[in-house]
């Protein structure tokens, strides 16, 4: 666990306590599409959180996955991203990040990708992850815009 001089902190979570950040910050609260990854439950994925004081604000999982850049580098792949709507802004998805990959150094991985929402592109690059130019691709799920993106660790 990590604190931040405002009070935020980090932590491993299980992963059911990340669903309804994923749904209301992701798929617009809608209650009736999956907030789930099939490798949720699976002893090899971490999940992270920040928390303000009791208060869920930041979700980020990470799943082991073959690397689009680098097939035989150890990776991860980042789902489910999100800050809540009122502590965007603020450092803690950053935060969130900075902790993951450092834990998941400790597990051996060297890089982490994922299919970043062209929206949230800015945040990635700004953190030191990298776009695969020509990856640019719609969601199947929600239909917007996205990028494949990596970082070396
Ligand atoms: C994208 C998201 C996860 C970023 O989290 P956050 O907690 O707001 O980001 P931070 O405050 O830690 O930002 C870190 C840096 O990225 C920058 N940044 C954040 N969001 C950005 C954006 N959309 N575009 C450009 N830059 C951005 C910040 O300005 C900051 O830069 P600085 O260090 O130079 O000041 C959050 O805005 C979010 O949940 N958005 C909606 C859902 C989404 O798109 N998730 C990603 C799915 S792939």
Redesign the pocket.
Known sequence: MTEHDEGFEVCRVDPLKLHDLRRR??RSNNPEVSVGDPRDGESTSLHFAGYLGDRLV?SASFFPSTSPVDPDVKSYQLRY???DFD?????????VLEFAESQLREQGARQVW????D?????Y???GWEIVEGSEHLSPETKLP?TVIYKSL
């Open positions: 910050v992701l930041v991203m999100a800050t502590a965007q802004g603020k450092g803690y998805g950053a935060e994922a299919n970043g929402r929206t949230a592109l800015g945040f690059r700004a953190i996205h």
